[in-house]
Nanobody, 116 residues
């Protein structure tokens, strides 16, 4: 069973920055892709950003140029650096990993609130 420990959420003013972290309980070389999703109040969960084992990244149009996903294989961790935050970025953010076996595992979620 893969366990994911997320951290870094909180309350930030519009225009501010936050960095989310997601530490996996296994070696990241067992992981095919790592990604961040979010669910805003009253909305469906959506993909925010993903990164493959080879380092290829993809982003939702709404966060391009503001968010950066990265992974530290030595720490079995994926990060989401969020800048120029907007109130519409308010959501619960979830980390997801997809194994080479195609099994998916989710983190427990971390709340990000952007408000003045």
């Amino acid at each position: 069973q893969v366990q994911l420990a997320e951290s870094g959420g909180g309350l930030v003013q519009p225009g501010g920055s936050l960095r989310l972290s997601c530490a996996a309980s296994i070696n990241v070389f067992s992981i095919r892709t790592m990604a961040w999703y979010r669910r805003a109040p009253g909305k469906e969960r959506e993909l925010v950003a993903g990164i493959t084992s080879g380092g290829r990244t993809n982003y939702a149009d709404s966060v391009k140029g503001r968010f950066t996903i990265s992974r530290d294989n030595g720490k079995n961790t994926v990060y989401l650096q969020m800048s120029s935050l907007k109130p519409e970025d308010t959501a619960v953010y979830y980390c997801k990993v997809t194994m080479w076996t195609l099994n998916d595992y989710w983190g427990q979620g971390t709340q990000v609130t952007v408000s003045s």
